[in-house]
């Protein structure tokens, strides 16, 4: 008998949990429609206002310079400038979205809900040491850059952009998921002179569309998780079977697991690349997490496929 209850208690239970879990997901998500749209993504920006500089106390830097866009629902979001040292007589001005924090929460709620293709991506806002890394890399190649096209898959901010675009190249595609973030560094490559070079465009690496044929693809800081870094291995895949292969540069300093496509790619390739350390040091950028700047130290991988040798 005691057999033969338990399930009608569990069933007791259960069910009114199940109804509850529905409801409570179903009353949620109509919450988040009516709140996600003071974070949705912009397609046409509004002409940027600069406010002025002021002085930051973060070592390095000096003044920046904070900035409003208008969204396209009205909403105006806050932009600063950050300068990012490559070498010692070399850097970059990129412009990221201030306190990314403020927004990071309801990225991860619209990703639960499905939503996060229709919001700000706090990760994409703010620049990351794999750009940096990336850039540095790319300063001896200068002769290899010159007069080529190059093409940036994740271009977030665009540290890799805008140093390829001060480095020579001809024409730089920049490419991104997300518009906002695009807007982000049309408006950096305006303040720097380089817009005329640069060409952004909207593009999903999961799409069906093929990538842009191009001398060089640069990757930095793109794979955030299994998915990303599949799909990172398959477009290589596609490049390098095109008839004059492009060269390759890409930067991983968060290493996450089951990101490294490196293996399958050399199998489909009968290729030997492999992975080098890179240790950037004290890198300093906007904390996702929290609405501050962060310093930490960073050793990321890196693969060059195609460079000539210097």
Known sequence: ALFIAIPFVCSAFVKPFANFHRC???????????T????????????????????????HQGKRVRSKIRLDNGNEASIISRTVALTQDWHVTVYELER?????????EAKSLDFA?????????????????????LQPYTHQIQNSTVLILGAGPGVEALSVAMLGAKRVIATDIHPTTLQLLDYGAKQAGLDERIQTRVFDLFSEVDLPKCDIVIVADVMYDAYLGKQVGHRMKEVLRWATPPKILITDSQRFAGTDFLPDLNEACQSSHKWEARNLGSFTGSGVMVNEDQTYNVTARLLRIGWDKQ
């Open 24 to 34: 409570n997901k179903l009353r949620l998500t109509l919450s988040f429609r009516r």
């Open 36 to 59: 996600i749209s003071r974070f949705r993504v912009s397609s046409n920006i509004a002409a940027v206002n600069v406010e002025g500089e002021f002085s930051m106390n973060d070592g």
């Open 100 to 108: 990314p924090a403020s927004i990071n929460e309801h990225y991860w």
């Open 117 to 137: 293709a229709n919001i700000l991506d706090p990760f994409g806002l703010v620049t990351w040491p794999g750009s940096v890394i990336a850039a540095q890399e």
